[in-house]
């Protein structure tokens, strides 16, 4: 089971950049896939990217330009490196594992405790 700490979070005026981190451990940290998710108040939670071990990445279109995904495999820690903020980015950013194929939330467990991300305008 691999266990999954975010970090990072903050207020930021628009245009500014955070970086968040997700650390994983775990027996299999090291090999797994990271997704991360954020949720705003009074709405579902939306995919924002994932992360492949082998260095691939996928994001969401709202979000595709402005936000970066990598790994440090040496410290088993994903980054969600965010640049360009906006007001609408403002929600808790979750990172989770995948347990099987697909980006929405139920494909998706082990999930961090989130940390907030306002962006003021």
């Known amino acids: 089971q691999v266990q999954l700490v975010e970090s990072g979070g903050g207020l930021v005026q628009a245009g500014g950049s955070l970086r968040l981190s997700c650390a994983a451990s775990?027996?299999?940290?090291?090999?797994?896939?990271v997704g991360w998710f954020r949720q705003a108040p009074g709405k579902e939670r939306e995919f924002v990217g994932i992360?492949?071990?082998?260095?691939?990445?996928l994001y969401a279109d709202s979000v595709k330009g402005r936000f970066t995904i990598s790994r440090d495999n040496a410290k088993n820690t994903v980054l969600l490196q965010m640049n360009s903020l906006k007001p609408e980015d403002t929600a808790v950013y979750y990172c989770?594992?995948?347990?099987?194929?697909?980006?929405?939330?139920?494909?998706?467990?082990?999930w961090g405790q989130g940390t907030q991300v306002t962006v003021s305008s």
């Open positions: 989770a594992v995948q347990r099987r194929a697909g980006t929405r939330p139920i494909d998706f467990n082990s």
């Open positions: 775990g027996r299999t940290s090291s090999s797994a896939v």
């Open positions: 992360s492949w071990t082998g260095g691939g990445t």
